[in-house]
T-cell receptor, first 114, second 115 residues
Framework: EDQVTQSPEALRLQEGESSSLNCSYT??????LFWYRQDPGKGPEFLFT?????EEKEKERLKATLTKKESFLHITAPKPEDSATYLC????WGSGAGSYQLTFGKGTKLSVIP | DAGVIQSPRHEVTEMGQEVTLRCKLI?????LFWYRQTMMRGLELLIY????????DSGMPEDRFSAKMPNASFSTLKIQPSEPRDSAVYFC?????????????FGDGTRLSIL
């Protein structure tokens, strides 16, 4: 069974204080690892897809990295508008209908204080 | 481009009533997913459609839940009869194609409260 564990559950940062969020996963064969951002009262918003160990992707102050067991979302010099819950999800290779399914972690709630 | 559109945004109803949630896919997308989000369990997949055909409904909790896709751009999730434990936020998401690791794009959800 695919499993995704995110840590910490909650993180408070001062504006400009860089940090990283962790996503540890167990999957039979990784098809893709997805990062989403979710604001209160909104649906998850797609950020990145990572496909293989060693891959990195960047968007503004965010950089996502991937190893064979975990992914990190690095936040450089965060601003208050980066406050949100960040969700990680894995998609496994499988046969037939099962290969589409995303297994989500519970998320990390990030608060950036001015 | 318009994103995934869900209605209603909020629904409050009494136990035993029928509830219908609606979802309009992003134009051109052919995969449709219904999820339920709770504090305890996070996001859970309920059912998946591809090209209007239900592919996997193993996540549907009980026979009280049903979903349809009458055309390529619209889907409904129905709960009948509703129970308090069905209270959650229900999301639908669509993607371009499930074969090429396309990201799923989510609507803003329906917050359902069953009294």
């Amino acid at each position: 069974e695919d499993q995704v564990t995110q840590s910490p559950e909650a993180l408070r940062l001062q504006e400009g204080e860089s940090s990283s969020l962790n996503c540890s996963y167990t999957v039979s064969g990784l098809r893709g690892l997805f990062w989403y951002r979710q604001d209160p009262g909104k649906g998850p918003e797609f950020l990145f897809t990572l496909y293989s160990a060693g891959e990195e992707k960047e968007k503004e102050r965010l950089k996502a990295t991937l190893t064979k067991k975990e992914s990190f979302l690095h936040i450089t010099a965060p601003k208050p508008e980066d406050s949100a819950t960040y969700l990680c999800a894995v998609q496994a290779w499988g046969s037939g209908a099962g290969s589409y399914q995303l297994t989500f972690g519970k998320g990390t709630k990030l608060s950036v204080i001015p | 481009d318009a994103g995934v559109i869900q209605s209603p945004r909020h629904e409050v109803t009494e136990m035993g009533q029928e509830v219908t949630l609606r979802c309009k896919l992003i134009s051109g997308h052919n995969s449709l997913f219904w999820y339920r989000q709770t504090m305890m369990r996070g996001l859970e997949l309920l059912i998946y459609f591809n090209n209007n055909v239900p592919i996997d409904d193993s996540g549907m909790p009980e026979d009280r839940f049903s979903a349809k896709m009458p055309n390529a751009s619209f889907s409904t999730l129905k709960i009948q009869p509703s129970e308090p434990r069905d209270s959650a936020v229900y999301f639908c998401a669509s993607s371009l194609d499930d074969r090429d690791q396309q990201p799923q794009h989510f609507g803003d959800g329906t917050r359902l409260s069953i009294l």
